[in-house]
C-alpha cells in the first residue's frame, strides 16, 4: 500500500500466474500442476473465486486465479511471485486484459512489417 491507504492503480482481484510447467518438460512429456495444487498454494491468502489453467498449446503453464477480495489477491502476487513451486519459480502478475490486447495488436503489426521486409529481400 502506498501513502493515504490507496492501492496501486494495477491491483486488481485477478492474476496471471506464468512458468507453471517448462517448455522442454512439458513438449517431451505431461507436466500437469493440478487446481487442487494451485488452490491449496494460492488459497493461503484468501477465498478463490475462480482459477482457470491454460489448456492450449500457447496458454500451457499459465493461469488465472481470481480472489474474492482485492486485498487477498495483493498479498498473493507479493508473496508468490518469484516463488519456488515444484521446481519452478512462479510469475505472478495482475492481470491487465488492455495490455494483453495491445501486445497482439502489437505483435500483428511486427507481422506484418516482417512479411514486408521478407519481401522487401526475396526471402521466402
Do not use: W
Request: charge should be positive; proline fraction near 3%; charged fraction near 25%.
Amino acid at each position: 500500500m502506498n501513502r493515504g491507504g490507496k492501492l496501486a492503480p494495477e491491483v486488481q482481484r485477478a492474476l496471471f500466474v506464468k512458468n507453471l510447467s517448462h517448455p522442454l518438460t512439458a513438449f517431451f512429456f505431461s507436466y500437469n500442476v493440478s487446481s487442487e495444487e494451485l488452490f491449496d498454494l494460492f488459497g493461503k491468502f484468501g477465498p478463490i473465486r475462480q482459477i482457470r489453467q491454460g489448456i492450449a498449446n500457447n496458454t500451457k503453464g499459465t493461469a488465472f486465479v481470481v480472489y474474492e477480495d482485492v486485498m487477498d489477491a495483493k498479498t498473493a502476487c507479493d508473496k508468490l511471485n518469484g516463488f519456488n513451486f515444484q521446481n519452478r519459480y512462479l510469475v505472478v502478475l495482475y492481470h491487465q486484459p488492455e495490455k494483453m490486447a495491445r501486445s497482439e495488436s502489437d505483435l500483428a503489426k511486427r507481422q506484418e512489417s516482417l512479411e514486408k521486409l521478407k519481401k522487401q529481400h526475396g526471402i521466402d
